[in-house]
């Protein structure tokens, strides 16, 4: 499963696919940091097509959501369900990262800011 990048017009959307496991992290992370080093205003992670996700997956996202917070990008995750959703409910990011059912909604937001 490899990353996808997308751009909008208000956002970067990086999509994944499948397993997100260690095989994923690599490839992930450096698009991840590639955001950080462009000082993206607005990414959205899609997990809309994910069927798993394991910890160094999860370490990638709160390293982007601590990068966020200290430089007032908006972040968002998308489309958890199932044993992703069950997952990201276990290691507790719900508490403090911003998840959204769709691409679509974070899209159309105004402001991801602070929202959970």
Same mark, same amino acid.
């Given at each position: 499963?490899?990353?996808?990048?997308? @751009?909008?017009? =208000?956002?970067?959307? *990086?999509?994944?696919?499948?397993?997100?496991?260690?095989?994923?992290?690599?490839?992930? !992370?450096?698009?991840?940091?590639? !955001?950080?080093?462009?000082?993206?205003?607005?990414? *959205? *992670?899609?997990?809309?097509?994910?069927?798993?996700?394991? @910890?160094? #997956?999860? +370490?990638?996202?709160?390293?982007?959501? !601590?990068? +966020?917070?200290?430089?007032?990008?908006?972040?968002?995750? #998308?489309?958890? @369900?199932?044993?992703?959703? +069950?997952?990201?409910?276990?290691?507790?990011?719900?508490?403090? *990262?911003?998840?959204?059912? @769709?691409?679509?909604? +974070?899209?159309?937001?105004?402001?991801?800011? =602070?929202?959970?």
């Amino acid at each position: 499963m490899k990353p996808i990048l997308r @751009t909008h017009p =208000n956002a970067v959307v *990086i999509e994944l696919e499948g397993d997100a496991d260690l095989s994923t992290v690599p490839e992930f !992370q450096r698009l991840v940091r590639e !955001q950080m080093k462009a000082k993206t205003g607005r990414l *959205i *992670i899609d997990f809309t097509k994910v069927t798993f996700v394991n @910890t160094p #997956v999860w +370490a990638v996202v709160v390293e982007y959501f !601590q990068h +966020a917070s200290g430089v007032e990008s908006e972040f968002a995750l #998308v489309g958890m @369900t199932g044993r992703v959703e +069950a997952s990201f409910k276990i290691v507790r990011l719900g508490d403090f *990262i911003l998840h959204l059912p @769709t691409v679509e909604e +974070a899209l159309n937001a105004p402001d991801l800011k =602070n929202k959970r």
